[in-house]
């Protein structure tokens, strides 16, 4: 028998794939990555529980259906119900693949989200991902219907939960029951995100709506990866916050790239990525500009900025420090429609 969770590391997925354990299940855990919700969280939760997790990027799906939701988008870009229909539909597959015996299950709760963990919600998932019957979720399944597995004698029924709403208490004394670590609710998916929803909107105005690779997924990654700003229509430049920021976007960098830093201090990574545009002389300004003004400058009114292509060398350019204030009118996203 196969018990396949999907599984984000949260402490509903958790305690599920725990559930099950209980009943001398080992699950096989899928989870599903794209710049808005990573794998981190799901790796360390599995390997506290002695399990390994399988990832899969679904980015270029999901794209397609931030763009054209069959059930419409939440209150910012996320759409959940068809996001959720294509993880179970994948791990429907990847099931039927196996050619064993087994069922899907998942750590949601019925009315812990309005949007895609009500009982309407939950059926259209089952419905749409084309695996109603098999989709199993051990924390609310006593206020469900029986699932094949639980008729099939798969599954204990009466050692499942009857779990609803949005409290975490039942979880939490779970969890302590189980000497689990408690993960804090904060975190998910990041297209429920107002500022980064706001960001990825402008990036999808970018271009014609017919390029249905667009924006690649290093993109979608940067504009989470600090301030972003555009001197000319198409040119846009990322500056770090942190430390954090600043590996990220070094990660990130690519043949073609240009990047700008402050020579002889501390200061943030500023990367303008190549989009097979021409980058006017007023893009490098404010790249050279904005490593110089965000960095350690001493106070100096003139200083050193390093800039170059990635894997072609860099040059030193003479930069007056400007006040950060000057650049409002750069700072994008703009407000969208």
């Not at 009315?111 to 695996?131: C, E, I, K, T, W």
């Not at 050692?159 to 208490?169: A, E, K």
């Amino acid at each position: 028998m196969k018990a396949i969770g999907i599984f984000s590391g949260g402490l509903d997925s958790v305690l599920s794939a725990r559930l099950l354990m209980e009943q001398n299940i080992t699950p096989d855990l899928i989870t599903f990555t794209t710049p808005f919700f990573p794998p981190d969280k799901a790796i360390a939760a599995a390997r506290e529980l002695g399990l390994e997790v399988t990832q899969i990027d679904i980015y270029g799906e999901l794209l397609s259906l931030i763009k054209n939701p069959v059930h419409g988008l939440g209150k910012n870009m996320n759409p959940c119900i068809d996001c959720h229909a294509l993880m179970f539909r994948k791990a429907g597959e990847i099931l039927a693949e196996s050619g064993e015996d087994g069922f899907l299950f998942s750590g949601e709760v019925v009315g812990q989200r309005p949007m895609s963990q009500n009982s309407h919600s939950l059926r259209v998932v089952a419905r749409d991902s084309g695996q109603s019957g098999r989709i199993l979720r051990p924390l609310s399944a006593k206020l469900m219907p029986e699932t094949e597995a639980e008729e099939k004698g798969l599954v204990d029924r009466e050692r499942l939960l009857n779990l609803s709403g949005r409290g975490r208490r039942p979880q939490i004394a779970l969890a302590e029951k189980y000497g689990l670590s408690i993960p804090p609710p904060a975190g998910g998916c990041l297209l429920t995100d107002p500022m980064y929803s706001r960001r990825l909107k402008w990036l999808l105005q970018q271009r014609e709506t017919s390029d249905t690779s667009w924006p690649p997924a290093r993109l979608a990654e940067m504009i989470k990866r600090g301030r972003i700003f555009s001197a000319e229509p198409g040119q846009w430049l990322v500056v770090g916050r942190n430390q954090a920021d600043n590996q990220a976007l070094d990660a990130l960098m690519e043949k073609g790239d240009t990047f700008f830093h402050l020579e002889g201090g501390p200061g943030p990574t500023v990367l303008l990525p190549d989009l097979n545009i021409a980058a006017t002389e007023a893009t490098f300004s404010l790249g050279r500009s904005l490593a110089a003004a965000y960095g350690d400058n001493g106070g100096a009114d003139v200083v050193m900025v390093r800039m170059g292509k990635v894997g072609d060398g860099h040059i030193l350019v003479e930069t007056e420090v400007t006040k950060p204030a000057r650049w409002g009118d750069f700072m994008e996203p703009k407000e969208c429609d």
